[in-house]
Nanobody, 129 residues
Framework: QVQLVESGGGLVQPGGSLRLSCAASGFNLGLWAIGWFRQAPGKERDLVSCISSSDTGDVKTHYTDSMKGRITISRDDTKSTVFLQMNSLKAEDAAVYYC???????????????????WGPGTQVTVSS
């Protein structure tokens, strides 16, 4: 069955780095865009980053303004995995991070995830000294 599973979260000090992984199974990852979302307690779920499908060879990436310059999304379809490298982490980056899939392209505006599916269970990121 279709499945996405996140990993790589944990406790990191402010200024530290983490690399999150989203492992896909049960479908051809290359045909799908993958988005990374985060949700902190009491806040809405927000799209952090998205990478488009790779089958056309024209892969596009999207980054939320609040994390631009500090994160990099990438995909390795041979390993059926999408990565989110996060650097210079701040306390306000703490949240549960989720990955989900969308057919081929990333959304052009703000997304709360209604147009994504097959959500993973999430991985907790805690930023604290």
């Amino acid at each position: 069955q279709v499945q996405l599973v996140e990993s790589g979260g944990g406790l990191v000090q402010p200024g530290g780095s983490l690399r999150l992984s989203c492992a896909a199974s049960g479908f051809n990852l290359g045909l799908w865009a993958i988005g990374w979302f985060r949700q902190a307690p009491g806040k809405e779920r927000d799209l952090v980053s998205c990478i488009s499908s790779s089958d056309t060879g024209d892969v596009k990436t999207h980054y939320t303004d609040s994390m631009k310059g500090r994160i990099t999304i990438s995909r390795d379809d041979t390993k059926s995995t999408v990565f989110l490298q996060m650097n210079s982490l701040k306390a306000e980056d703490a949240a549960v991070y989720y990955c989900a899939r969308r057919w081929r392209s990333c959304p052009t505006g703000i997304s709360r995830g209604a147009d994504f599916g097959s959500w993973g269970p999430g991985t907790q990121v805690t930023v604290s000294s």
